[in-house]
């Protein structure tokens, strides 16, 4: 049974920083393609940035140059390092892994809270 679960999230300033964290279960974060969506009230999920097993990185054009997606495959983790916050990234933010192979699989976690308020 896969587990993902995500942590960090909290109420942080505009212009602030914060460190998301996903932790997942096995070895999903180093061969799975994983992924950072995130979701506002009343608005629907969007991708926040992904990266491949292979380390290849996307980020939605709101969060380039202010968002990182970094992973280590030893402690099967993957981060979302997020600076410059604006109050319009105050969202659920989730963790989320793809198969890339054979049978199709998606996993979710449950979500951690992000608030950027002053």
């Known amino acids: 049974q896969v587990q993902i679960v995500e942590s960090g999230g909290g109420l942080v300033q505009p212009g602030g920083s914060l460190r998301l964290s996903c932790a997942a279960s096995?070895?999903?974060?180093?061969?799975?393609?994983m992924g950072w969506y995130r979701q506002a009230p009343g608005k629907q999920r969007e991708v926040v940035a992904t990266?491949?097993?292979?380390?290849?990185?996307n980020y939605a054009d709101s969060v380039k140059g202010r968002f990182t997606i970094p992973k280590d495959n030893a402690k099967n983790t993957l981060y979302l390092q997020m600076n410059s916050l604006k109050p319009a990234a105050t969202a659920v933010y989730y963790c989320?892994?793809?198969?890339?192979?054979?049978?199709?699989?998606?996993?979710w976690g449950q979500g951690t809270e992000v608030t950027v308020s002053s």
């Open positions: 990266i491949t097993s292979g380390g290849s990185t």
């Open positions: 989320k892994a793809d198969r890339p192979f054979g049978p199709r699989a998606t996993y």
């Open positions: 096995g070895s999903i974060v180093c061969i799975y393609t």
